[in-house]
């Protein structure tokens, strides 16, 4: 008989009046006020991979059940686990201390475990600031999270990345090591992991239901010194492409999805990708499911683009970030200004549909530069070359080198961890946080131009289209042009 057998795997309520925490499966967070779920990949792995090992698994995400702190409590009251684990990003970092001491003050029994980018880079800080019983460090949390499982069983030891207390002491098992094998993980138990709450509202998926998968850990490029997740991913490594086409398989059968979001940082290219695409043609689920992905541009060539399309790809998300090359240079990106039009336009005409992210406020941006960035975006979205476009205010987040180089130079404005939610210039800059909240209000407002909507209209080919772009609106208007106010 195990004496921890009863596992929770979820999120707590975040409840805020800036809107629904967007924590699951991001590398930024924001408060969003038209809420968009998204399905948190490694935390359902970590619950299939626990059941799969005979535990009892509650996998409840209050944030998508929209659950008040009333609700969840009562439901911990009824269904009190032994062990119960959350994930956690740095804006709500404060809220989660409260949440641990209210839990351990309330369950005397229950062993509170949490992970997240924020745990990994600052993990004394919060072992610290509240009673956690463990703490998780690095992207493979679903593995440490059932190995801590059996090792609380007497089955095994624990492995390198795990804090705990000792006689009020804090200890560890060492830095965290990537060396679980991908390929040995089992497809997602989407029925234990309520995948429907995820699969609808969700301003990405044109086709609905849809869902996310991950093809690997987390980006091949690895060296942007903004990203949050190249302090919990410090190698990439990536399934085989016959396992990933045989998960695409087992969702549209099992399930009927009929869109897909890999969410790996970069998805994996040349060899790797042709594979893919050969392979999703072959079975011919390229006729049955959309894929969609993030990708960089210069990755691919035009020839590659059309292969993407043909074996069933439709959105692409591009981080353009900044048309200043000394912004790309600085933030590591590896890519040329000259290469993001001809590279979004190659997308474009093979038939996908390209996303571009851009973030402003670095804190040696000129207006000048922000104005560049502005009408190449304008271009891309004018020409119909770009589909759609995020902005948002750049953010150092702690365990990036970004960060570090920030307390280098005395960039910071605050360390208080709940301004890190993009609605604040976080770094000192000469433009000025209004003016910068101002750039980003014209850079949604392109969205709402004669041109670009009527490259739209020009694109509608059926009632999946409409709905899409439907639903897109309702994102822009009700939620993105509020979401900075």
């Not at 439709?314 to 200043?324: M, Q, T, V």
Request: net charge neutral.
């Amino acid at each position: 008989m195990n004496k921890i057998n009863r596992i929770y795997i979820g999120y707590p309520p975040f409840e805020s009046d800036r809107g629904v925490a967007l924590l699951s499966q991001n590398r930024q967070f924001q408060w969003f006020k038209s809420p968009t779920y998204i399905y948190p990949v490694v935390p359902a792995t970590a619950a299939t991979m626990i059941k799969n090992a005979g535990y009892n698994v509650d996998f409840i995400d209050a944030i998508a059940r929209n659950m008040t702190t009333k609700e969840w409590y009562e439901y911990l009251d009824s269904n009190t686990p032994d062990l119960l684990f959350f994930e956690v990003k740095t804006p709500v970092i404060y809220k989660a201390w409260k949440i641990v001491d209210d839990l351990k003050a309330r369950y005397k029994n229950m062993i509170v475990v949490i992970a997240g980018d924020h745990i990994t880079a600052m993990p004394d800080e919060t072992m610290n600031n509240c009673k956690v019983d463990y703490l998780l460090t690095g992207g493979d949390y679903d593995f440490l999270l059932l190995n801590l499982i059996e090792y609380l069983n007497g089955k095994t030891q624990l492995e390198k990345g795990i804090y705990y207390r000792e006689n009020n002491n804090i200890k560890n098992t060492g830095f965290f090591e990537l060396r679980h094998d991908l390929k040995s993980l089992p497809f997602i138990d989407r029925d234990l992991t309520e995948w429907k709450r995820y699969a609808y509202d969700n301003g990405n998926f044109k086709c609905i239901p849809g869902t996310y998968i991950m093809a690997g850990r987390d980006c091949w490029h690895h060296r942007c010194t903004f990203c949050s997740w190249t302090g919990i991913y410090t190698n990439f490594r990536a399934r085989t492409a016959e396992n990933v086409v045989n998960e695409v398989e087992f969702l549209y059968n099992k399930y009927n999805i009929k869109e897909i979001m890999d969410d790996t940082g970069c998805f994996p290219v040349k060899k790797w990708l042709n594979d893919f695409c050969n392979l999703m043609i072959d079975k011919k689920l390229n006729k049955k499911v959309n894929i969609d992905c993030n990708m960089r541009f210069g990755a691919c060539n035009e020839e590659e683009y059309r292969l993407m399309k043909k074996a069933g790809f439709r959105f692409l998300l591009f981080g353009l970030e900044s048309a200043s090359q000394n912004t790309l240079d600085r933030l590591v990106k590896g890519n040329k200004v000259e290469e993001i039009l001809p590279s979004c336009k190659a997308a474009s005409d093979a038939g996908l549909s390209p996303h571009i992210t851009v973030m402003l406020g670095y804190p040696w941006e000129t207006e000048e530069d922000i104005e560049k960035t502005y009408e190449l975006t304008k271009k891309l979205l004018l020409k119909g070359y770009a589909k759609t476009m995020q902005a948002t205010i750049i953010i150092p987040y702690p365990g990036t080198e970004l960060f570090n180089q920030c307390k280098r130079e005395n960039w910071l404005t605050t360390e208080n961890w709940e301004d890190y939610d993009m609605r604040k210039a976080i770094m000192k800059t000469d433009v000025g946080e209004e003016k910068i909240k101002c750039w980003i209000q014209k850079l949604y407002n392109l969205s709402f131009t004669p041109q670009f909507l009527m490259h739209k209209v020009l694109s509608i080919r059926d009632l999946d289209d409409i709905k899409y772009y439907l639903r897109a609106f309702k994102k822009v208007s009700k939620g993105h042009l509020k979401d900075f106010e």
